[in-house]
Nanobody, 118 residues
Framework: QVQLVESGGGLVRAGGSLRLSCVGSGSIIGIAVMGWYRQAPGKQRELVASITVSGITKYADSATGRFTIFRDNAEKTVYLEMNGLKPEDTAVYYC????????????WGQGIQVTVSS
């Protein structure tokens, strides 16, 4: 059973930093496109950042220049380094692992709360 477990969320003041971690079971981290999404109350879930198997990254406009996604395949972990946090970054953050070619899968973590106070 593929599992993703997030950690590193919490409460931080505006301007502060947090590093989210997502640990995957088995070899999932090394063969999937990994993404961090977030969902604020009353809003749709949105992509924050993603990284391909080859290391190509993509960021939402709101994250560009402030957030960095990176992976450590040996540690089976994907990270989201968040700097310069703003109150509008407050949301539940979800880790996602997606692979479209066999063995294909689309897995989500349980989510972790990030709250940025003003």
């Amino acid at each position: 059973q593929v599992q993703l477990v997030e950690s590193g969320g919490g409460l931080v003041r505006a301007g502060g930093s947090l590093r989210l971690s997502c640990v995957g079971s088995g070899s999932i981290i090394g063969i999937a496109v990994m993404g961090w999404y977030r969902q604020a109350p009353g809003k749709q879930r949105e992509l924050v950042a993603s990284i391909t198997v080859s290391g190509i990254t993509k960021y939402a406009d709101s994250a560009t220049g402030r957030f960095t996604i990176f992976r450590d395949n040996a540690e089976k972990t994907v990270y989201l380094e968040m700097n310069g946090l703003k109150p509008e970054d407050t949301a539940v953050y979800y880790c996602n692992a997606r692979r479209e070619i066999p063995p294909s899968f689309d897995k989500w973590g349980q989510g972790i709360q990030v709250t940025v106070s003003s």
